[in-house]
């Protein structure tokens, strides 16, 4: 799209807003004022919310707040040994952040998006490991086993509580591919208080987007605080920016119902649905190693090209406090996810033709099933006359999966002109039929213990014990085989105050990843043992000057071993001796430096290498050894400068800086760092409502967030958001 179509929808947008407003405004609530004038429209910070719930603060690091993602036994970051961000949703809602992914890189500690359509667009990387097998996801504490190396869900900001990030492995608590770390999204939380909130969304490429939140009690004067309701329903469109098959849409939805017939016993059902049809567009391809600005919003996928995906998440919550010093958790769940593929995912510019060859016809659907159960119970009391926290508990579940997909279509290619070409139909004779179907039984076992030494010191372990059992048949030769994996995480550590604000720490911490995505490994890899991992860590953290500063330094050095790779001589033959390593530091701040300013940042710097890698290329052995693993780079770093301008008026700039990364294990498909600039200006305009204008991309920088090569030359990247704007309007009442 050109620069002139571009800024004539952003001001068609701005007069259709403009008209909007008056009749927005009218609109009354009774939201407080949240930080630097801003309306907080989640209002769960009153009381008379639910049992075990803790809001997070919309403004700092968060160190004081209680949270699960680093520790089941629900300690704040500066009781935990651990590295952990917890960003209150509100955070992102007021940031401009409307995705998961947006909210986590922009805001966590040295976290990058590898989105794209094939993982789901649900792809990080972490302390210089890559991808949803080594980065895990959770959603309200569930894990959803990843199939085929695709993750779809949460993917909204909307409906978020808070998101709380832990850095390093995580395999004590939640299983197997967490070395990297972990993500857990907390949805909003039904509520004994009146909750209504609204936004309305208009920006650039005919972007919308509308929100509704809703909660509180129900029946109250019949029944008390007995029944309460939370509905979160969020819906995205957009034309997008490239084309054709740029455009998406999205929807959310998030319901739960609280039964709490006394204040020691809480029911809370939910179900959560996520439905989405994202942008098809697999990249753009490189010319000469660059992209030109001819090509930029060219998207070379066929015209009939489809992506859907489908989640589905139901979970029945039992909490009961009998006493003051035991807590009993139940969750029982369900969740299915159905996805649907058809395009062509491979572009190449042939340098003899100068037309970009297509490859990669491909359609898949998965169809995923998950079913289980987690409890577990916390007791606190006395060990050896000493203050103690223990937690134990169990995990148990059925997953099923099964793949269908065209890959035994006799491969077709075609090629189009870099400009002006037809992008063309799917071949007719290249649909999938049903390729494999897996069944995984998984059962664990996990405990947590916390003995405060003195007033000042606390040591801290656990240790967790999984057994999946994998059962795969070809549905095509009809072979099948299964295989049981055995795995034991642990970790252990000293937490020391010397001050009730300040925590100094060091712990030592094991992982286990599977060679690819569990659930759907195949014949040729089930031999293969889990990979190991290893991680030493330090690490400082506190709050100064009455709260007005709030920091965090941690240094970490991880060892993951029995990486696949070629035997040296035998290029055909793989073995498990591979090793990649990786060191570095990483700090957070935040600072209220001056009245009406504040900053938040954090940078995280590291060198990550491939110890012993080998791969079989043309026949030979080629080592990897000393190189920058695939997608990491090595420099991350967030700066958040908030100012308030006027009164009722508040800006917020945002900076990130990704380092170099490669697209290869040789390092020879360099895709280049890049920094980002996001805008937001705020705009009081009642008690109960803000106008919001948000610039993303300010300098429409040209960046990609991933990319393909091919013997060891970058064919295309994955590039990022263009420069865009958005109008928003939020009112709660």
């Not at 894990?143 to 909204?156: E, K, L, M, Q, S």
């Not at 997909?405 to 006799?410: A, K, L, P, R, V």
Request: aromatic letters at 10%; proline letters at 5%; a neutral charge.
């Amino acid at each position: 799209m050109s620069s002139l179509s571009r800024s004539v929808s952003l001001s068609a947008s701005l007069r259709a807003l403009a008209c909007a407003a008056p009749i927005l405004a009218s609109a009354t609530a009774q939201a407080q004022p949240g930080p630097s004038g801003s309306v907080v429209l989640d209002q769960l910070s009153v009381e008379g919310t639910g049992v075990g719930l803790t809001r997070a603060d919309p403004v700092g690091l968060n160190l004081r707040t209680p949270d699960r993602g680093a520790s089941r036994l629900g300690l704040t970051p500066l009781e935990a040994m651990a590295s952990v961000d917890v960003i209150a949703g509100e955070t992102a809602r007021l940031r401009g952040q409307d995705t998961i992914a947006e909210a986590v890189t922009q805001d966590a500690t040295g976290i990058t998006t590898i989105a794209e359509p094939g993982n789901g667009n649900g792809a990080f990387t972490s302390r210089g490991f890559a991808g949803p097998n080594s980065i895990q996801q959770l959603y309200d504490g569930t894990r959803f086993y990843v199939g085929a190396n695709t993750v779809t869900f949460p993917f909204d900001t909307w409906n978020v509580e808070r998101i709380e990030v832990l850095r390093g492995p995580a395999s004590v608590l939640y299983g197997d591919g967490a070395i990297g770390g972990v993500i857990n999204v907390v949805p909003k939380k039904p509520s004994f208080v009146s909750i209504n909130a609204a936004r309305a969304v208009i920006g650039t490429d005919a972007t919308a987007r509308l929100a509704f939140d809703s909660g509180g009690a129900i029946a109250q004067e019949a029944f008390g605080n007995t029944f309460a309701y939370r509905l979160n329903v969020s819906g995205n469109r957009s034309d997008g920016w490239v084309r054709p098959n740029g455009d998406f849409r999205n929807l959310a939805v998030s319901a739960a119902l609280l039964f709490q017939p006394s204040p020691d016993l809480a029911f809370t059902l939910t179900h959560d649905l996520g439905y989405q049809e994202p942008m098809r567009y697999w990249g753009t391809p490189l010319v000469e190693g660059r992209i030109p600005d001819l090509i930029r919003f060219n998207n070379y996928n066929v015209r009939d090209a489809k992506i859907t995906w489908a989640d589905n998440w139901t979970q029945l919550k039992t909490e009961w406090t009998p006493t003051a010093d035991i807590t009993v958790r139940n969750t029982a769940y369900r969740l299915t996810s159905r996805r649907h593929w058809l395009d062509v995912e491979q572009y190449a510019v042939n340098r003899g033709t100068g037309l970009v060859d297509r490859s990669a016809f491909t359609e898949i659907y998965h169809s995923q099933e998950q079913v289980g159960n987690r409890l577990d119970a916390a007791f606190k009391g006395n060990l050896f006359g000493l203050p103690n926290q223990f937690l134990a508990g169990f995990d148990v579940n059925h997953i099923g999966f099964r793949h269908t997909n065209n890959f035994t279509f006799d491969e077709e290619t075609s090629s189009v002109p870099l400009v002006g070409y037809d992008p063309g139909f799917f071949p007719a004779n290249g649909r999938a039929s049903p390729a494999y179907q897996t069944s995984t039984r998984q059962a664990s076992v996990f405990a947590e213990d916390r003995l405060v030494l003195t007033d000042r010191l606390s040591f801290l372990t656990g240790v967790r014990f999984d057994v999946p059992t994998l059962q795969r048949e070809d549905l095509r030769s009809g072979t099948q085989f299964e295989r049981t994996y055995r795995s034991l995480g642990y970790r252990f550590g000293l937490v020391y105050n010397p001050t009730p604000d300040t925590a100094l720490y060091a712990q030592y911490s094991t992982a286990t990843d599977p060679v690819n995505s569990l659930i759907t490994l195949n014949q040729s890899l089930a031999g293969f043992t889990l990979a190991t991992g290893q991680q030493v860590e330090v690490g400082a953290k506190g709050l100064v000057f009455d709260g007005g500063v709030e920091w965090t330094l941690a240094g970490y050095r991880i060892v993951k071993d029995n990486l696949v790779s070629t035997v040296p001589g035998q290029p055909n033959v793989a073995t498990q001796v591979g090793q990649q390593s990786s060191q570095g530091v990483e700090f957070a701040l935040g600072w209220r430096i001056a009245p009406g300013w504040r900053v938040d940042g954090n940078i995280a710097l590291l060198h990550a290498q491939y110890d012993r890698f080998d791969e079989t290329v043309n026949g030979a052995t080629v080592s990897y050894a000393g190189n920058q693993p695939i997608y990491v780079p090595e420099r991350v770093a967030n700066l958040w400068l908030t100012w308030d301008v006027f009164r009722d008026w508040t800006a917020r700039v945002g900076l990130q800086n990704v380092g170099t990364t490669y697209s290869d294990f040789g390092n020879t498909a360099r895709r280049p760092a890049y920094n980002l600039v996001n805008l937001v200006l705020d705009h009081q305009v009642t008690a109960n409502s803000r106008l919001s204008v948000r610039v993303y991309n300010l300098f429409d920088k040209v960046y990609a967030i991933s990319g393909d090569a091919v013997n060891g030359v970058g064919n295309k990247w994955q590039l990022g958001r263009p420069q865009s704007v958005e109008v928003a309007y939020s009112v709660a009442w």
